[in-house]
């Protein structure tokens, strides 16, 4: 039971709970938090319509508007910015 509770890093809960009754718990260091540091959201580009559905990694830096390659310049600047 030790080997497939630190083997396995998804286990359902319920077999978890029932390990911890039994007696066998996962040590506390080996338990690894997803970190979603340097992860960003993928977000809907706001200058393309609704229909397109273009997800968009980039931002405006003046205004913090998620827009997609095509919206953007270089520097990522969105449309509405650069008028």
């Not at 080997?3 to 007696?23: D, F, Q, V």
């Amino acid at each position: 039971m030790k080997s497939r509770l630190e083997g396995t890093p998804n286990l359902p809960t319920y077999i978890t709970e029932a390990m911890g009754r039994c007696g066998v718990t996962k040590a506390a260091n080996q338990q690894q938090e997803r970190s979603t540091e340097g992860q960003q959201k993928r977000k809907r580009c706001q200058m393309c319509p609704r229909n397109k559905d273009r997800k968009a990694t980039n931002c405006c830096w003046k205004c913090s508007t998620p827009v997609c390659n095509g919206h953007s310049q270089k520097q990522i600047v969105c449309d509405n910015c650069t008028q």
